[in-house]
């Protein structure tokens, strides 16, 4: 599977309640079950007007049906092609 980050425009999403994110979430999992196998949600972080998501999957396709079939903005997909972090301090394949 590739991973994925999914910018969603959310206005006012920095400010949603947590009775709200877990709705968010119920949606987003069963989604992922009508999507089918291949689709995996790994985290998102809320910020601002943003909502930017991290999913493994077998293709943009599926991460874009997973957003139809949620009913969640799909402002842009971008395939991550190297995770760098502070505690290898080398660049990983994603």
Not at 29 to 35: D, K, R, V
Not at 70 to 78: A, I, K, L, M, R
């Amino acid at each position: 599977m590739r991973r994925y980050v999914i910018e969603r425009d959310l206005p006012g999403a920095g400010n949603l309640t947590a009775e709200q994110l877990n709705h968010i979430r119920e949606t987003s999992n069963a989604a992922l079950l009508a999507t089918g196998p291949g689709i995996q949600w790994v985290e998102s972080l809320v910020a601002g007007d943003r909502i930017y998501c991290q999913y493994l999957a077998e293709s943009e396709a599926q991460v874009r049906e997973h957003a139809k079939r949620g009913g969640f903005p799909c402002t842009n997909v971008s395939e991550v092609k190297a995770v760098l972090d502070n505690m290898t301090a080398n660049m990983q394949p994603a």
